[in-house]
């Protein structure tokens, strides 16, 4: 995630998707599929599973990270964590492992806080 980052305006919006209209095709086809797809799954069903889901990450999160969630690149000690900073004045978001991770778990951990 970008630290403070602001959506496009309206218009910026509208020419994005000018721009980019086949990506936006593709991902109203897909998008379409989706909904299609968890009607037939039971939209109820599907909410359940994504409380379930959302609950589970939760848990792995406290388990793993330093401070539960995003932090600044700076506050990640470990390179290989940091996520790609790309030029201008975005800040990408990355995560860090909390200290005292071994073994298995730091690898499990690991491969959750693992940028791109």
Same mark, same amino acid.
């Given at each position: ?10 218009? @910026?919006?509208?020419? *994005? ?7 936006? @095709? *593709? ?15 039971? #939209? ?14 939760? #848990? ?15 506050? +990640? ?7 790609? @900073? ?5 800040? +990408? *978001?990355?995560?860090? *492992? ?19």
């Amino acid at each position: 995630s970008r630290q403070d980052a602001e959506g496009p305006s309206p218009e @910026q919006a509208r020419r *994005l998707r000018r721009w980019n209209s086949l990506d936006w @095709q *593709l991902y109203l086809h897909f998008n379409r599929t989706f909904w299609r797809r968890v009607e037939e799954f039971g #939209v109820s069903r599907m909410e359940e599973e994504v409380r379930e889901l959302r609950r589970r990450r939760e #848990v792995l999160a406290r388990r793993c990270l330093r401070g539960g969630g995003p932090v600044p690149p700076g506050a +990640i000690p470990e390179g290989k964590f940091r996520p790609f @900073q790309p030029p201008g004045a975005a800040r +990408i *978001l990355g995560l860090a *492992l909390r200290p005292g991770l071994r073994g298995s778990e730091r690898r499990r951990c690991g491969r959750m806080a693992l940028p791109e």
